[in-house]
Nanobody, 127 residues
């Protein structure tokens, strides 16, 4: 089992930056493909970014490419997403998720492939 806890959300103005953290506990001896998803009110959950714990390769949604950066901590139990140039349309609950590795990175965009989810952290961007 793997437990995921997100932190770092908040209320910011358009153009500001935030860094979200995802701390993993439990079965961290295994390697995972870690993803960030978000869900705005009345909308479906959508993929934001993913990183391979083992290789460090990354994958981004077009809507955040060039603004968001996903990274791993030095300890193999923390994943970050640095969000710059935030826009009101980035407002959502952001979720960290983990799944097994060994799949093409494009499959990291599929929420149904993830086995573990955090509780989410709210990000609100005012105009």
């Amino acid at each position: 089992q793997l437990q995921l806890v997100e932190s770092g959300g908040g209320l910011v103005q358009a153009g500001d930056s935030l860094r979200l953290s995802c701390a993993a506990a439990g079965r961290t001896s295994s390697t995972y493909l870690m993803g960030w998803f978000r869900q705005a009110p009345g909308k479906e959950r959508e993929f934001v970014a993913a990183i391979s714990w083992r290789e460090g390769s990354t994958y981004y949604a077009d809507s955040v490419k060039g603004r968001f950066t996903i990274s791993r901590g030095n300890a193999k139990n923390t994943v970050y997403v640095q969000m710059n140039g935030l826009k009101p349309e980035d407002t959502a609950v952001y979720y960290c998720a983990a799944r097994s590795e060994g799949v093409p990175m494009w499959r990291s965009t599929l929420a149904e492939g993830y086995s573990y989810w955090g509780q989410g952290t709210q990000v609100t961007v005012s105009s």
